[in-house]
């Protein structure tokens, strides 16, 4: 595939060329030499004779690497630092692929919100994080779909990252035409929530 140039926000060009790469998350990352020197220290003071085992673990774990597939199209956890003081974990898509070198950026797009928020991120960036269901397995994408009163969905708790089944209560629609949804927590209390805000997926999704 022919790579197509795409103008940065600064005075450099991207080159975009790939539809997906495969990369170590930081949450893969694994042990620096210095703290695998460390590490050796304790084993020797604990393991003594029976060291060699301990060793081949170690290093074992440290060249297996943990690599994942990355992909356009694909949903990613994304921490949002647009607002200094209110940061939080959005459900976003990977739009395109690019590299500028050997730097690989992902393009992304907040879900439910305009492209004025698309950014450029790199995939080792700690503000990714792969979405995982209660099986631990990596969820890429789900059907979209429109929420009907009486609904139970998957609910994304921007603050902890974590998925809930809550129940629609109320859909309305806002002056931009986007979904206002009201869902019950746990003790069938109510709360409001802006689509601006608010990631779902279909329940059973994730939880």
Same mark, same amino acid.
């Given at each position: 595939?022919? #790579? ?9 060009w991207?080159?975009?060329a ?9 949450c ?8 695998? %020197? %460390? ?7 604990v393991?003594?004779?029976?060291l060699?085992?301990?060793?081949i ?5 440290y060249?297996?690497a943990?690599?994942?597939?990355f992909?356009v199209?694909m949903?990613?956890?994304l921490?949002?630092?647009r ?6 974990w ?15 950026? &992902?393009?992304?797009q907040y879900?439910?919100w305009?492209?004025?928020?698309n950014?450029?991120v790199?995939?080792?960036?700690? +503000?990714i ?7 631990k397995e990596i969820? +890429?994408?789900?059907?979209? &779909?429109r ?15 974590e ?5 629609v209560?109320c ?5 931009r ?5 009201r869902?019950?927590?746990l #003790?069938? #209390?109510?709360r409001? &929530? ?5 990631? &779902?997926a279909?329940?059973?999704?994730f939880?």
């Amino acid at each position: 595939m022919l #790579a197509v140039k795409v103008p940065l926000q600064t005075d450099k060009w991207l080159e975009a060329a790939v539809k997906e790469v495969w990369v170590m998350p930081v949450c893969y990352h694994q042990p620096s030499i210095e703290e695998l %020197s %460390s590490l050796l220290k304790v084993l020797m003071q604990v393991c003594q004779d029976s060291l060699i085992p301990d060793i081949i673990k170690v290093v074992h774990s440290y060249l297996i690497a943990h690599v994942e597939r990355f992909h356009v199209g694909m949903l990613i956890d994304l921490l949002d630092k647009r607002s200094t003081n209110n940061f939080r974990w959005r459900v976003a898509r990977i739009k395109r692929i690019g590299s500028i070198g050997e730097k690989v950026l &992902f393009y992304t797009q907040y879900i439910g919100w305009n492209s004025d928020s698309n950014e450029w991120v790199t995939p080792t960036s700690d +503000r990714i994080q792969l979405l995982h269901n209660k099986r631990k397995e990596i969820v +890429r994408d789900w059907e979209p &779909f429109r929420p009907r009163i009486g609904d139970w969905i998957d609910w994304h708790n921007p603050i902890t990252r974590e998925w809930y089944q809550r129940q629609v209560q109320c859909v309305l629609n806002t002056y931009r035409g986007m979904p206002y949804i009201r869902l019950t927590n746990l #003790a069938n #209390a109510y709360r409001d &929530f802006e689509c601006d805000c608010l990631d &779902f997926a279909p329940c059973g999704t994730f939880t």
